[in-house]
């Protein structure tokens, strides 16, 4: 089967059971720390502490045992938490003095402030969030700003650029 060429357009039908999702089931938050700390990077203690407060202060469930891996000097760690409502994950950099945390949650206000605990517990210099709408292909801004405020910058779709 030929593969679609970039700029082909897709047709739409009346077919209800084709139809875009119009509700969202949940959000995704996608959070890179730079500037970090390469020892707190490579302290599986220290990541584990704050995927646990994440965990604790969301009221979220994890489902078995958290996985984790040290990667050992000069690299980082990895850890993932399956949870009753998706899962948290992990990796650490130190060589580059980045964490990736990402957070997939079917609750659409599970906010934590990122910012400040990265900062505080990684001595992060630069903390970006994002936040990403699941199964909600329509924007809808306002239905968000009660847990983000969008940027001024565009950003595609249903991801919205956190500001904390």
């Not at 890179?32 to 646990?52: E, P, Y």
């Not at 078995?64 to 000097?73: D, L, V, Y």
């Amino acid at each position: 089967m030929p593969a679609t060429p970039p700029n082909a357009t897709m047709k739409t039908t009346s077919d209800r059971s084709a139809a875009a999702p119009s509700i969202s089931v949940g959000g995704q938050w996608i959070v890179d720390a730079s500037g970090c700390d390469a020892k707190s990077l490579q302290s599986l203690a220290t990541i584990q502490s704050i995927c646990n407060d994440v965990i604790d202060s969301l009221g979220l469930k994890v489902v078995g045992e958290p996985q984790s891996h040290i990667f050992g000097p000069p690299h980082g760690v990895t850890a993932l938490y399956l949870l009753s409502e998706s899962h948290l994950a992990v990796h650490t950099y130190p060589e580059h003095a980045v964490a990736t945390f990402n957070l997939v949650c079917c609750r659409e206000t599970a906010v934590w402030d990122w910012q400040t605990q990265l900062q505080s517990r990684l001595n992060a210099t630069n903390v970006r969030v994002r936040h990403l709408r699941r199964g909600a292909l329509e924007t809808n801004e306002a239905s968000d700003t009660h847990c983000c405020k969008a940027s001024s910058t565009h950003i595609p779709e249903a991801i919205i650029e956190v500001a904390e």
